[in-house]
């Protein structure tokens, strides 16, 4: 069974950064692309960086491009999300996705998610 597992979230002021970590556990296939998504309290799910584990391509929201950085270690099935300059409408809860191949078919996984708090 595929596991995420992400660490990294915490408190930070305004201006700061942070960078958050997920690992996957249990893999059986192979990782096609692995995705940083975050819900604000009375807000939908919305993605923010997406990278590509054969090319190493990412993409962004325009709310983060030019702050966040998303990479990956293809070696440890690990990707991190290094955000600076962070912003007060940055809090969020930050949610892992992994899109896995396997069996012949593609399959979706999501972590427990981790806190992130931008705050004076």
């Known amino acids: 069974q595929v596991q995420l597992v992400e660490s990294g979230g915490g408190l930070v002021q305004p201006g700061g950064s942070l960078r958050l970590s997920c690992t996957v556990s249990g893999l059986t296939g192979s990782i096609s692309t692995m995705s940083w998504y975050r819900q604000a309290p009375g807000n939908q799910r919305e993605l923010v960086a997406v990278?590509?584990?054969?090319?190493?391509?990412?993409n962004y929201a325009d709310s983060v491009k030019g702050r966040f950085t998303i990479s990956g270690d293809n070696a440890n099935n690990t990707v991190y999300l290094q955000m600076n300059n962070l912003k007060f409408q940055d809090t969020a809860v930050y949610y892992c996705?992994?899109?896995?191949?396997?069996?012949?078919?593609?399959?979706?996984?999501w972590g427990q998610g981790t806190q992130v708090t931008v705050s004076s």
């Open positions: 996705y992994a899109r896995v191949y396997s069996g012949g078919y593609y399959w979706a996984s």
């Open positions: 990278i590509t584990s054969a090319t190493g391509s990412a």
